[in-house]
């Protein structure tokens, strides 16, 4: 239980900046869209990887955005 609290706590909440992001299913420039998400959306970041972060929407979809479309909140 301790060990899902910690993955937990390390999720940072961050909001969308952009008028309109391109969520992927890789962190790649040419990856297939997974969805779309919008300026104000909350998400949650799961991972970092390079330019890209996975990112978790409010229904639970997950997907990779650039780092530079949301701030940490």
Not at 18 to 41: Q, R, W
Not at 48 to 54: F, L, V
Request: hydrophobic share 40%; net charge positive.
């Amino acid at each position: 239980m301790a060990k899902n609290e910690t993955l937990i706590n390390k999720q940072k909440l961050a909001i969308i900046l952009e008028k309109e992001v391109n969520c992927t299913f890789a962190p790649l420039d040419n990856a297939t869209l997974h969805f779309k998400i919008y300026e104000g959306s909350k998400i949650t970041i799961l991972e970092n990887k390079g330019i890209y972060s996975r990112i978790k929407r409010f229904d639970n979809k997950i997907g990779w955005i650039k780092k530079d479309s949301y701030e940490a909140i």
